[in-house]
């Protein structure tokens, strides 16, 4: 069973950047980054499908960016232009979820001034 491994959090101040990384054990196909914030239910963020077909959900439109190196198994997000309202723990996982998906430990992302 696949596994993922989340790394690049931190605290950054308001319109700063992060770049998130997630090492998967084998090449995935399909993935995406996802979040939760507090209170909150996770929520899809971005995915990429191959090497170069992506979506974002709008609040990110224009702010992420995600990607993969050429061995398929490690994604990227790079997070520019933060807000306050991006502080969550990010995860990745397949995209689609498998019917009982599990999750790595995530990295938190932290956007205060």
């Known amino acids: 069973q696949v596994q993922f491994v989340e790394s690049g959090g931190g605290l950054v101040q308001p319109g700063g950047s992060l770049r998130l990384s997630c090492a998967a054990s084998?090449?995935?196909?399909?993935l995406g980054w996802y979040r939760q914030a507090p209170g909150k239910e996770r929520e899809l963020v971005a995915s990429?499908?191959?090497?170069?077909?992506?979506n974002y959900t709008d609040s990110v439109k224009g702010r992420f960016t995600i990607s993969r190196d050429s061995t398929a198994s490690t994604v990227y997000l790079q997070m520019n232009n933060l807000k306050p309202e991006d502080t969550a723990v990010y995860y990745c996982?397949?995209?689609?979820?498998?019917?009982?998906?599990?999750w790595g430990q995530g990295t938190q992302v932290t956007v205060s001034s």
């Open positions: 084998r090449s995935i196909f399909s």
């Open positions: 990429i499908v191959g090497t170069a077909t992506t």
């Open positions: 996982n397949l995209r689609p979820l498998p019917s009982l998906p599990i």
